[in-house]
């Protein structure tokens, strides 16, 4: 989807980037773009990940105490009290595209200024042309595709090409015959089968349940569980990411969440097991259809390749469960990536590198 | 945390006592009280064993060998438990209650019997101070914990030697890598960066892929620019369309 013309015009006072030429420099970044967290790696070394969240100013006040700027990032979530937030990624995909009115330019804004601050985050030179390699959704619509494009260029990234972000995690780990890479995020869990070519529409699987719909499932049980607590979905969340596993440990995850304004200390061990488990079966059933439609003199080799990518691969004792759930397609080996949070940004730095540089100049914004 | 003190009857160096509280809030939910002594014929008994598994391998002479298979044999069998052991016992854990949390009770393991109790007891099995039923429920119990805690070394272990066997495997690929950057750079320190790589199987494919790549993204981009007269098939090989 275009941009409004009116909205494009406005924009282009903000930014100014150099355009990509064989006489200017060229600075390659790797970005993974997620519904929660946002990554990005750059050819000069500096990485950065950050909150997928944008906040302006709620009325005056806040705007004084804020200096008047828009947030972007974690300090979004520090300050969200005295903020209008937006997340401008919904499912893996930029929100804005199935939005209308205000509430689109909002989010459409909101995804430029997250584009725009990691571009800042690499730290280029004014001599500097971005060029940047971005992962979507396995199964991204080609209108968010083009969506990013535009966005990623009003935000001052001058060269952009789109890739499925668990590609891009293959390719960092050189991983690009018979495998699986299963990237798991906030809004989605994007499987794509690696057969030694670009993968294509049969050899890709989003699941939209991931991250958030474990919040989601977590925040019903523990209401269900003690509804004398209260709680935020930022508390839920923090509780998840510290203590999410699918095994049955001695370890009990306690919680602090006010009762009546009273701190009061409560065991959601069982509720967080719960509905992390609930993700197990959805993954493994994603991994049967591209294993099933796989040649079958290859079948076992994808199986025993499997990788495990993003946020909430670092669910503990994720590794045995999948491999358990494999039992019934004849077992399979699962293995974690060392970097989840920066994989496929590190992936996506990859391909921009070796990119050849005809290539970025003919991609010229 | 305070550190042991020496005068306490089970005084190790560089041990440290913790209040019950503390060993809550790390998620430690049952202690197993032992005493001094138990300690000490645990030990002892683990000293034998080691002493009997490598008195086969030891040239000595007959008598000698005979003394030590003695002396290691008479630790081997099992020490009763004496009334003094479990007073000791008993001390250690009201020292202990002393710092910790005064909500937390842990049961005495020698408590004042009750009426019924004592009925009970002089009932059941007389030969010792325990009767059948509270030995077979301390090996019940006994069981268990051994059991719950063989689970969580079991899955803890698993988990490890998986990242183990990951670092590894990296440790090594990295390794090769050194070692073929070395080996560039000893033949010809002036070669270009480009003719310090290392050419893989896949490098002939990885180009194939970045074109192929290159070519799905030129192909999104013009159908960006181009205008849209309805709905558009899907770009070959690049996720789903619209």
């Known amino acids: 989807m275009k941009a409004p013309k009116k909205v494009q015009k406005n924009q282009q006072h903000d930014v100014k980037a150099p355009k990509v030429s064989s006489k200017t420099s060229l600075l390659h970044v790797g970005i993974d773009l997620g519904t929660s967290r946002s990554a990005i790696a750059s050819s000069n070394g500096s990485r950065e990940v950050m909150a997928s969240l944008v906040g302006w100013p709620k009325d005056s006040v806040s705007a004084k105490v804020l200096g008047g700027q828009t947030l972007v990032g974690d300090a979004v979530l520090k300050n969200r009290l005295a903020l209008n937030t937006c997340f401008p990624l919904k499912e893996g995909n930029l929100a804005y595209t199935r939005l209308s009115g205000s509430e689109q330019d909002l989010s459409r804004q909101a995804g430029v200024q997250l584009l725009a601050a990691l571009r800042k985050a690499c730290n280029p030179r004014p001599d500097q042309a971005v060029c940047a390699v971005i992962g979507a959704p396995a199964e991204a619509t080609r209108e968010n595709k083009q969506a990013i494009v535009d966005l990623a260029n009003e935000a001052g990234i001058e060269g952009v090409m789109v890739v499925s972000e668990p590609f891009a995690v293959a390719y960092a780990l050189d991983a690009l015959e018979n495998s699986i890479v299963i990237d798991i995020g906030a809004g989605t869990i994007d499987l794509c089968r690696m057969a030694g070519s670009l993968p294509g529409v049969e050899d890709q699987v989003t699941v939209f349940r991931a991250g958030n719909y474990v919040d989601q499932r977590l925040a019903e049980l523990v209401r269900e569980a003690h509804p004398e607590v209260q709680f935020t979905s930022n508390m839920i969340k923090m509780a998840k990411e510290r203590f999410s596993s699918v095994i049955d440990t001695q370890k009990r995850a306690i919680v602090t969440f006010p009762n009546a304004g009273r701190p009061t200390p409560v065991d959601i061990t069982d509720q967080i097991r719960s509905a992390v488990e609930e993700l197990v079966p959805w993954i493994t059933a994603a991994i049967q259809t591209l294993v099933a439609s796989f040649d079958p003199e290859f079948q076992h080799l994808i199986r025993n390749r499997i990788i495990v990518s993003g946020g909430g691969s670092q669910v503990f004792g994720l590794q045995e469960a999948l491999e358990q759930g494999l039992e019934s397609l004849g077992g399979g080996r699962v293995m974690i990536v060392d970097d989840p949070v920066y994989a496929g940004a590190q992936g996506a730095l990859k391909l921009a590198q070796e990119m050849p540089t005809e290539y970025w100049t003919r991609m010229r914004g | ?242």
């Open chain 2, 1 to 242: 945390m305070k550190p042991d003190s020496a005068d306490s009857p089970l005084s190790i160096p560089n041990s440290s006592v913790l209040p019950l509280q503390e060993l809550q809030d790390m998620g430690i939910q049952k202690l197993r009280v032992v005493t001094t002594a138990q300690l000490r014929d645990t030990a002892r008994r683990a000293v034998s064993r080691a002493l009997l598994e490598l008195l086969n391998g030891l040239e000595l002479p007959a008598e000698q060998h005979q003394q030590i298979l003695a002396r290691a044999k008479q630790y081997m069998s099992p020490t009763i438990e004496t009334a003094a052991d479990r007073e000791e016992a008993t001390e250690v854990l009201k020292e202990d209650r002393e710092v910790t949390d005064p909500r937390i009770k842990v049961p005495s393991p020698v408590s004042q019997p009750t009426p019924a109790a004592a009925q009970q007891a002089s009932a059941s099995d007389s030969d010792g101070p325990l009767g059948k039923r509270e030995k077979a429920l301390l090996i019940q119990l006994s069981k268990l914990i051994a059991r719950d805690w063989r689970t969580e070394l079991a899955t803890v272990r698993n988990t490890q030697n998986t990242q183990v066997e990951r670092l590894e495997m990296r440790i090594e690929e990295l390794t090769l890598a050194l070692q073929a950057t070395d080996h560039a750079i000893a033949v010809n320190g002036d070669l270009d960066i480009d003719q310090l790589e290392v050419k893989s199987p896949f490098d002939h494919k990885k180009s194939e892929l970045l074109d192929q790549l290159f070519q799905a993204n030129v192909a999104l981009r013009e159908l960006s620019e181009a205008p849209q007269p309805g709905d558009l098939p899907s770009l070959p090989r690049e996720g789903r369309s619209s």
